[in-house]
C-alpha cells in the first residue's frame, strides 16, 4: 500500500467500501458491537449499503447536503470513506 492519496467524491460503486470501513473503524465500539450483536453480517452489510445508496440518491436529487468522499491510494484502493458534514 502506498503513502501517498487523494481524496475523491464517493459514487454508489463505493459502498461495499464505505461498509467496510464503517465496520472495521468500529468492529470494537462496545455500541455498536452490542447493537449487532445478534444481527447476520452479510444481511446488515445489504442493509446499510441500501441505506447509503439511497442517502447517496437523495444527494443528487437536492434533497439533502450528504457529501461522500474517498481517501484512494495509487494504485486505487480506497483506504478510507468519510461524511464530513450533513445539512438536512
Known amino acids: 500500500m502506498s503513502q501517498n492519496y487523494s ?3 464517493a459514487t454508489p460503486d463505493d459502498i461495499p ?7 472495521s473503524a468500529f468492529k470494537d465500539d462496545a455500541i455498536v458491537g452490542e ?3 445478534n444481527v447476520d453480517p452479510q444481511a446488515r452489510n445489504e442493509k446499510f449499503g441500501q441505506w447509503h445508496a439511497r442517502l447517496m440518491k437523495e444527494a443528487e436529487q437536492g434533497l439533502n ?3 461522500y468522499f474517498k481517501a484512494v491510494d495509487e494504485e486505487g484502493l480506497v483506504l ?9
Open 65 to 67: 447536503g450528504v457529501k
Open 35 to 37: 447493537l449487532e450483536k
Open 80 to 88: 478510507c470513506c468519510f461524511v464530513p458534514s450533513m445539512q438536512m
Open 7 to 9: 481524496i475523491k467524491e
Open 17 to 23: 467500501a464505505i461498509v467496510e470501513c464503517f465496520y
